[in-house]
């Protein structure tokens, strides 16, 4: 299938258009959780500890990650269009259900749930979109896919807000991202399509086992699995963490904490991801290797990041830091799909992408987990991102190991 044909090319970009607000809602409905923690806690009975709160995170990772696989493997072997809706529908229900639990364990239980609906979606959704777009728009396409992820994480953001209004609270906020969704998902059904090459694509995946094995055989693949999660350790870390951590260093209240840890990181993520799959794309003209370098530059920017974010000193230096990094994850975030796409055949995309999720958001749990246990040991800010700054090192010499093949473009 080529997208070069006008009427591919306008499907192919139909289905960004479509996705985008999905990946708006898979994101916001798990930024609110870590924007409205202070609300949250002081309503919820028996969550007294950071170490607790940092659990309520993980528990929904854990989940996500061990489903990621099984939901991959179905979107290669039958229909990402009836797995992207199925998906969307389920976790805004989860989403309306969070509103209204009122216990530790209850809250565990939705995000544990919200860990199972939506793992399915970003396989499915990333595969259907390397269906469409071939190597010369494959990493704008996913690019401006994720900023839909950014706006969301953004929109989230500002749940703080919504949390301290009297007339509003926690409660309605996750009522009303979940009655979105499921309204959302009615549309989707009827105007979201498979590529043509599905029908016989699905055919010939192999067996789940045999999927997993070829995967597992392949270098580029463990060293793109290695590089997919280092990083995103310290991603989660920002996304769930920040808002309390800037609250509690710089004396803000829950609304501006969540704004400064929201709203710059993924503006920048927003430009990074627009720019680094413009940029991947033209160097892929040049070098084979194009999308790998555009990866790389990201974790450069990392680096001072990361290592600015320990000790920021002042709010300001914090944003600028914030800045750095969103930068940096949007280069990152955009061109991961597609240098998948490059080292595995289309029919293995969606299970291989799962096992990514598997590995990466397992360790971002374990992140989650163990950043509220160190805190509540009182280990310092600046060493926990300085190991942090020490893994995107590491990151960056692993993606350069990768050696990509143009046959599965």
Known sequence: MSSGTPALSRTAWLVVALLWPVALLNYLDRQMLATMKTSMVS???????????????????????????????????????????????????????????????????????????????????????????????????????????????????????????????????????????????????????????????????????????????????????????????????????????????????????????????????????IVGGVLADRWMRRSGRGRIYVSALGMLLFLPALFGLGNPGTVLFAILFLILFGIGWGFFDSNNMPILSQITRPELRGTGYGLMNLVSISCGGFGDWGFGALQDRGVSLSVIFGCFTGIALLSLVVVLMIRPSQNHE
Not at 196 to 207: E, G, I, K, V
Request: without cysteine.
């Open 43 to 273: 309503d919820i009975a028996g969550l007294t500890t950071e170490a607790q709160w940092g659990f309520v995170l993980a528990s929904f990772k854990w989940v996500y990650a061990i489903l990621s696989p099984i939901g991959g493997y179905i979107a290669d072997r039958f229909s990402r269009r009836h797995v992207i809706v199925i998906s969307l529908f389920s976790w805004s229900v989860v989403t309306w259900m969070t509103g209204h639990v009122d216990t530790y364990h209850g809250l565990v239980a939705t995000r544990a749930l919200m860990g199972i609906s939506e793992a399915f979606y970003i396989p499915a959704a990333l595969a259907l979109i390397t269906d469409f777009h071939l190597g010369r728009t494959r990493s704008r396409a996913v690019g401006i896919h994720q900023t839909g992820i950014y706006i969301g994480l953004i929109l989230g953001g500002y749940a703080g807000y919504v949390a301290d209004t009297p007339a509003l609270g926690w409660r309605w906020a996750f009522d009303a991202a979940g009655i979105v969704g499921v309204i959302y998902a009615v549309p989707l059904l009827f105007f979201l399509r498979n590529a043509p090459r599905r029908s016989t694509a699905a055919l010939s995946s192999p067996p789940s086992l045999a999927a997993v094995g070829e995967l597992l055989r392949n270098r580029n693949f463990i060293l793109l699995v290695v590089y997919f999660t280092l990083p995103a350790i310290a991603g989660w870390v920002i996304k769930d963490w920040m808002p309390v951590i800037l609250k509690n260093q710089f004396h803000l209240s829950q609304g501006e904490a969540g704004k400064i840890a929201v709203l710059y990181v993924q503006i920048a993520s927003i430009a990074g991801a």
